[in-house]
């Protein structure tokens, strides 16, 4: 069992970077509709690109719990636990900086690490399982709740546009760049 849940756990870290490659991109592709917002990128805050991680992940615990025998209610516990570990590990890299796509490969692989490591391990994390149920509940809240009303928060703010949340259709970019750069040249003067 152990081989197997490794094997697929290093396959989810490639269907977590493909998938999360295309969520990325899948707000313009959907030209801005209701499917691009809930499940893309609607900006390049670090919530956002931390969303494209967080639901691939979470589908690929489900693939895994469908195609081999896991003990369900372990499984579970495990894979909360590294859902949250993953995006709270994203969102601190991205708060410290961190290239986007350097901080999704570091805190994917250490996700999927640490839940073969607990799925693995002794540790009775059975009784966890109401709880755990209660984390994803508020996981999905928070999923598909904090993109169209995003606090006012550096993890929420889009630093190309100056804005928080969905960017409207008929956004000026180039208003925005001219904007940062006379703010900027304020600022020097």
Request: charged share 10%.
């Given at each position: 069992?152990?081989?197997?849940?490794?094997?697929?756990?290093v396959?989810?870290g490639a269907?977590?970077?493909?998938?999360?490659?295309?969520?990325?991109?899948?707000?313009?592709?959907?030209?801005?509709?209701?499917?691009?917002?809930?499940?893309?990128?609607?900006?390049?805050?670090?919530?956002?690109?931390?969303?494209t991680?967080?639901?691939?992940?979470?589908?690929?615990?489900?693939?895994e719990?469908?195609?081999?025998?896991?003990?369900v209610?372990?499984?579970?516990?495990?894979?909360?636990?590294?859902?949250?570990?993953?995006?709270?590990?994203?969102?601190?890299?991205?708060?410290?900086?961190?290239?986007?796509?350097?901080?999704?490969?570091?805190?994917?692989?250490?996700?999927?690490?640490?839940?073969?490591?607990?799925?693995?391990?002794?540790?009775?994390?059975?009784?966890?399982?109401?709880?755990?149920?209660?984390?994803?509940?508020?996981?999905t809240?928070?999923?598909?709740?904090?993109?169209p009303?995003?606090?006012?928060?550096p993890?929420?703010?889009?630093a190309?546009?100056?804005?928080?949340?969905?960017?409207?259709?008929s956004?000026?970019?180039?208003?925005?760049?001219?904007?940062?750069v006379?703010?900027?040249?304020?600022?020097?003067?």
């Amino acid at each position: 069992m152990n081989r197997k849940l490794f094997v697929m756990e290093v396959l989810g870290g490639a269907f977590i970077a493909v998938a999360s490659h295309f969520m990325s991109r899948l707000y313009a592709l959907c030209d801005g509709e209701l499917l691009g917002i809930l499940f893309g990128s609607v900006n390049g805050s670090a919530w956002e690109s931390c969303k494209t991680l967080l639901l691939p992940y979470l589908l690929w615990a489900v693939l895994e719990v469908l195609t081999l025998r896991l003990r369900v209610h372990r499984f579970a516990v495990v894979k909360t636990a590294s859902l949250y570990a993953l995006g709270l590990s994203y969102l601190g890299f991205r708060s410290m900086e961190m290239n986007p796509a350097a901080a999704g490969v570091i805190c994917t692989a250490a996700a999927l690490a640490m839940s073969c490591l607990l799925y693995c391990s002794p540790l009775p994390l059975r009784w966890l399982f109401a709880p755990s149920l209660v984390l994803l509940f508020l996981f999905t809240a928070l999923y598909f709740s904090l993109t169209p009303f995003p606090p006012h928060t550096p993890l929420f703010f889009d630093a190309a546009t100056g804005m928080y949340g969905i960017i409207p259709r008929s956004f000026d970019y180039g208003a925005a760049a001219l904007n940062t750069v006379a703010s900027c040249q304020k600022l020097s003067s």
